[in-house]
């Protein structure tokens, strides 16, 4: 699923329809989301500044993660494991601090197996 320039926006609604979806009734898979929020206008050769958060999405509610893991995971070749270098103006934050209207489908404690992010 992907939502454009400025997801952030739409996942609320993406996560609900997700957790209330058919497929959801029966996949026991974890689905990791990623918003962003573009903080200025973007100018074509100019890098734009943005907000990152990211959050594990199950039937039974999600789960933000914390800044230090959406760090470390974008920070990480999955393929290989290596650090990569930092992105240019980009600012990680906690889940909540991005979209504090999740709230009402965070799991609460003991909702999901613990999830260890790669690090």
């Not at 898979?29 to 973007?42: G, I, L």
Request: no cysteine; net charge positive; proline share 9%.
């Amino acid at each position: 699923m992907t939502f454009g320039s400025d997801n952030w926006q739409f996942l609320r609604e993406a996560a609900s329809r997700l957790v209330r979806s058919e497929q959801a009734k029966t996949d026991p898979d974890t689905y990791v989301v990623f918003a962003r929020r573009f903080d200025e206008e973007t100018v074509p050769g100019k890098v734009p500044h943005k907000t990152v958060a990211a959050y594990l999405v199950r039937r039974e509610g999600i789960i933000p993660l914390s800044r230090h893991d959406v760090m470390a995971a974008s920070a990480t070749d999955h393929n290989t494991g290596r650090k990569l270098p930092p992105e240019p103006k980009v600012k990680y934050v906690d889940g909540l601090d991005l979209l504090p209207e999740l709230q009402p489908y965070v799991l609460k404690a003991g909702g999901l197996p613990p999830t260890r992010m790669a690090h």
